[in-house]
């Protein structure tokens, strides 16, 4: 098949990667040319504009940053749903707000597009390995036709529902993946300061009751020092910020979520826009002058190797 893929960041570039590696013939549009090397190195076609991009494709799959980006790419009149050919089909992957995508996705229907919205959840690690979470929201017919894109990207596949509901689950999930984070951030310290091994404090919290995914997976990035969970803090704020949005609009209090976007703010200012996220927990070892640390730890999770790779080259 033929697709077009739009945005290659930490997220995007691997799901680009799947599609090609599976032998659908790929044609990437990015900001920035030079994310793209690896995948024209294997096989890919480079459009320099999104019209270019969508001109002649079945599909094409969007994974951008913001909703800001999104409505610099989507709409208009040399916009992907305009310049895509009747009958295409969109697969957005980008975390947004709910009631703008559901506006765009009328907008592709309207154009006579197919249009499927597919949020990612589970850590960037996941993706290289096409196993990261997909939450999927459109018309049945819809995303039967999408599924078998979605099969190579990612892993388990939820339907949540009509367009809109998948990008509310997905904001919510970032919400719990931060308090988590800030949670086990806390406990772990918690461990160290009456003297208990953080690595053996780890591994107990791992197999109690406990436990979380934001422990399992980017505690180990905190006991490394690295960090690196290839998310950065401007994202994280983005999506904590979508979910605040959405708990004004239902009138839903979040005392929880309210304290973790506040911290992650402060992060933020202090250790700026491209810190990893996960760098939130720092807040608590600068302020004690204690740092999480043991060793056994690897500096980026699973799958990740890859990454490395091609930041290095």
């Known amino acids: 098949m033929k697709v077009a893929f739009i945005g290659l960041g930490n997220v995007g570039y691997p799901l680009a990667r799947n599609l090609l590696k599976a032998g659908h013939e790929l044609t990437v549009h990015d900001l920035d040319r030079e994310r793209a090397a690896g995948l024209l190195a294997e096989g890919a076609v480079w459009a320099g ?44 992957m980008s975390t947004t707000d709910d009631a703008e995508m559901k506006a765009h996705a009328q907008a592709a229907v309207d154009l006579g597009l197919a249009v499927v919205e597919a949020p990612i959840t589970g850590g960037a690690n996941r993706a290289w390995t096409g196993e990261i979470s997909i939450l999927v929201g459109g018309e049945e017919a819809d995303v039967a036709r999408a599924m078998p894109l979605l099969q190579i990207m990612g892993g388990e596949i939820e339907h949540m529902g009509p367009i809109g509901a998948a990008s509310v689950v997905k904001v919510i999930t970032n919400m719990l993946a931060f308090v988590h984070l800030l949670a086990s951030g806390e406990a772990l310290m918690l461990a160290k300061r009456a003297g208990v091994d953080l690595a053996k404090a780890y591994h107990g919290i791992r197999i109690s009751s406990g436990n979380s995914f934001a422990h399992e997976t980017e505690g180990q990035l905190v006991l490394n020092g690295s960090y690196n969970c290839a998310f950065t803090m401007d994202l994280a704020l ?69 990454a490395l790779e091609k930041r290095q080259n």
Do not use: C
């Not at 951008?64 to 895509?84: C, H, I, W």
């Not at 202090?270 to 990893?276: E, L």
């Open 49 to 92: 504009s999104i019209a270019e991009a969508a001109a002649d494709a079945q599909a094409a799959v969007t994974s951008l940053p913001n909703p800001r980006a999104v409505a610099a790419v989507v709409p208009g009149d040399t916009g992907l749903l305009a310049s895509l050919p009747r009958g295409a089909l969109w697969i957005e």
């Open 238 to 306: 983005k999506d904590m910020n979508l979910t605040l949005d959405l708990a004004r609009d239902t009138a839903t209090p979040l005392p929880l979520a309210e304290l973790t976007g506040a911290l992650f703010e402060e992060a933020r200012k202090r250790y700026g826009d491209k810190a990893w996220s996960t760098e939130a927990v720092r807040l608590l070892e600068d302020r004690l002058g204690v740092e999480l640390r043991a060793a056994g730890f690897p500096e980026v999770l699973p799958g990740m190797e890859p």
